[in-house]
């Protein structure tokens, strides 16, 4: 049994894990259609191709090999009963075998003789298990049913029992009894029905690379053959764009991403296309160049005139407004003052020291230096000087009251109060005498409309806005309050300034489109942006296909998985060791024991399709068929005298 020790240390150390599952079924049972679907899944699942239902690799352990005997001892086989869940065998019934001699079961057909014998050769030793232990078939398998059987055998005298159960090791005890049927004899026959010697578990390496593997090999073959990575139905995007270039080389290693990138068009890459479209396609590039840079200048004009009268009316302009009367208000409220003071100090009349007054003191003040004493400074109250206004002397009560008067004037608070009153009346005149209203011509506004046909509502609305405002803002200067200040609606300017902007990008494209190099480069760039617009409504297509060309990239790397020389190579290894000189002169004992000695077979060792078969031939001077020279019996004896050496 080291074969099988070396089989399995070689599974473990030499094949892929659905290798070694493939190899485990092989020892435990025959490999079915289902089997070889669950192979096949493992296979790729190996390779990254994930298999929906999960199936992992169950590889091959001690435990799933033929069972062995502890010693060296045979064992008796006594009797075998209990059977359960095994066709319809009655379950209280026992099957005596006899220590010694023959023992002879017959029976009629159906009583029972066929699954005592599958029993049998699970639970011992027999090259064929293919045959499976199954429950009564006419009636419903009840839950955890299983085929079960009990052994009375005898060990150097000694008696003993066994149990054996379906799915399970086979008792160790068991694994010197070797059992022979005519599903066994198909070890030992080729096709040709020559009899073969294979050793036991060497048919599992032999099968793994001359059944499993060509089984598996066809069924990725034919995927491989169904899986569609043609192309074709992309040929209408070949070209020398980054996208043509891309089907040109489109392969399972082609980022996604990169698909998702091209195909992804934005609203600015639309407009593109189409300014660059209707540029190519323009007959007079030139005039048209001059056209659109006129109309730049119009749009960039009409933004000009709205900056021009919303700046009036800006928050920041009410703002300056609304602090510069503030200012006033408050200077002429610390004038106010002044004056008051100025009066505290005598009886002077109602008013003195107040804005009205100051104007009549100033004319005074004009008269005096420019006319009455010119080149003197004001007040000139000395050397018999007469006042101004009444043409009296002035005396020195008078000439003092004037010096007094002056001083008030001169003070920085009736000049702050006087500057403000003239920075305040020159706004309010500014603000009043402005013409805010746009009053566009019906050409300009049917030239916007052409463009944006929302956009002359909205300057309207715009205009109305600024002009209310205007009203506003006066009517708060002079009521001094500043709330409820009327609100802009939506401003047309961002938009008359981006249409400007693309009046003049327009006009660059139609002026490069009168050079022939500079024309060249824009319909490179359109038809990038068209290759790019044809590549969106075929995205998914052309994701599926790169995942079928990584699918079937997959599948083909599976291929290195199914080469069965390495597999058979071994199976050559094994077989020569296995076949040594004390196997020969077993089977030389065994056949003279037998009384068939005249029939001496020699061992030939021969390679079939990388099949190593270790043949019994009868050296014969005339080539014949061993059934054409050996009787029934003689062929049955040849047979069992393998068997029992293996």
Do not use: Y
């Given at each position: 049994m080291a074969l099988l020790h070396d089989i399995l240390a070689w599974s473990q150390a030499s094949l892929k894990p659905w290798q070694q599952d493939a190899v485990r079924r092989l020892f435990q049972h025959s490999i079915t259609a289902d089997a070889i679907e669950d192979l096949y899944a493992m296979l790729k699942d190996g390779v990254g191709l994930l298999d929906p239902q999960g199936r992992k690799p169950q590889p091959l352990g001690a435990e799933h090999l033929p069972v062995v005997a502890a010693n060296g001892d045979a064992t008796i086989l006594i009797s075998m009963g209990d059977v359960r869940n095994v066709n319809r065998l009655a379950p209280q019934q026992v099957l005596q075998f006899s220590p010694k001699g023959m023992t002879v079961i017959y029976g009629t057909n159906g009583a029972g003789k066929s699954g005592y014998a599958r029993v049998l050769k699970r639970a011992c030793r027999a090259r064929d298990v293919t045959e499976d232990v199954r429950a009564n078939a006419f009636e419903k398998p009840a839950a955890g049913q299983v085929s079960q059987a009990e052994f009375k055998i005898q060990v150097e005298g000694n008696a003993g029992a066994v149990s054996w159960a379906k799915n399970k090791p086979a008792p160790a005890e068991l694994a010197t009894i070797a059992v022979f049927d005519t599903h066994c004899a198909r070890a030992y026959l080729d096709q040709n029905q020559e009899i073969a010697y294979l050793p036991s578990g060497l048919d599992?390496?032999?099968?793994?690379?001359?059944?499993?593997?060509?089984?598996?090999?066809?069924?990725?073959?034919?995927?491989?053959?169904?899986?569609?990575?043609?192309?074709?139905?992309?040929?209408?995007?070949?070209?020398?764009?980054?996208?043509?270039?891309?089907?040109?080389?489109?392969?399972?290693?082609?980022?996604?991403?990169?698909?998702?990138?091209?195909?992804?068009?934005?609203?600015?890459?639309?407009?593109?296309?189409?300014?660059?479209?209707?540029?190519?396609?323009?007959?007079?590039?030139?005039?048209?160049?001059?056209?659109?840079?006129?109309?730049?200048?119009?749009?960039?004009?009409?933004?000009?005139?709205?900056?021009?009268?919303?700046?009036?009316?800006?928050?920041?302009?009410?703002?300056?407004?609304r602090k510069l009367d503030d200012e006033t208000l408050a200077a002429i409220a610390a004038e106010a003052k002044a004056a008051g003071e100025l009066r505290a100090g005598e009886e002077l009349l109602p008013g003195t020291g107040d804005a009205a007054w100051k104007v009549l003191y100033e004319a005074a003040r004009g008269f005096s230096v420019a006319e009455a004493y010119a080149g003197m400074e004001f007040p000139h109250a000395h050397d018999g000087a007469k006042c101004v206004l009444c043409q009296q002397d002035l005396g020195s009560d008078a000439g003092a009251r004037l010096a007094r008067f002056e001083k008030h004037v001169q003070e920085s608070v009736a000049k702050v109060a006087q500057e403000k009153r003239e920075q305040l009346d020159a706004a309010v005149a500014k603000i009043t005498g402005a013409a805010l209203a746009l009053e566009l011509d019906d050409a300009l506004k049917q030239e916007v409309s052409g463009v944006?046909?929302?956009?002359?509502?909205?300057?309207?609305?715009?205009?109305?806005?600024?002009?209310?405002?205007?009203?506003?803002?006066l009517n708060a200067q002079k009521s001094h309050s500043w709330e409820d200040m009327p609100t802009f609606p939506a401003d047309p300017r961002p938009k008359l300034e981006a249409i400007s902007t693309n009046f003049t990008e327009q006009a660059e494209e139609f002026h490069k489109a009168t050079d022939d190099k500079q024309k060249a480069l824009l319909k490179a760039e359109l038809d990038e942006l068209s290759a790019r617009a044809a590549l969106g409504p075929c995205k998914q297509a052309v994701l599926d296909l790169v995942n079928r060309m990584r699918v079937k990239a997959l599948l083909t790397k599976c291929k290195d998985e199914l080469k069965t020389k390495p597999v058979s190579d071994k199976a050559k290894e094994f077989a020569s060791s296995a076949v040594t000189a004390p196997l020969r002169a077993a089977l030389k004992e065994e056949f003279e024991a037998l009384g068939v000695s005249h029939a001496m077979p020699r061992l030939d060792e021969s390679v079939e399709k990388g099949k190593m078969k270790h043949k019994l031939q009868l050296d014969l001077a005339v080539p014949a068929q061993i059934r054409d020279i050996l009787s029934e019996g003689e062929q049955r004896v040849w047979i069992q005298s393998v068997n029992a050496t293996l």
């Open positions: 599992v390496v032999e099968n793994l690379a001359q059944v499993v593997m060509p089984k598996v090999l066809e069924k990725l073959s034919a995927e491989i053959q169904a899986t569609d990575t043609s192309k074709d139905a992309l040929a209408h995007m070949a070209g020398n764009t980054k996208v043509g270039k891309l089907m040109n080389t489109l392969s399972e290693k082609t980022p996604p991403a990169e698909i998702e990138s091209l195909a992804a068009m934005g609203e600015e890459d639309v407009a593109r296309m189409k300014t660059l479209g209707k540029t190519l396609a323009e007959a007079d590039p030139k005039a048209k160049a001059a056209q659109c840079r006129l109309a730049a200048g119009r749009m960039a004009g009409l933004k000009k005139r709205i900056d021009a009268v919303a700046a009036w009316v800006k928050d920041e302009a009410v703002e300056k407004l944006d046909p929302e956009l002359p509502d909205m300057i309207d609305s715009f205009d109305k806005a600024v002009l209310k405002r205007q009203a506003w803002l």
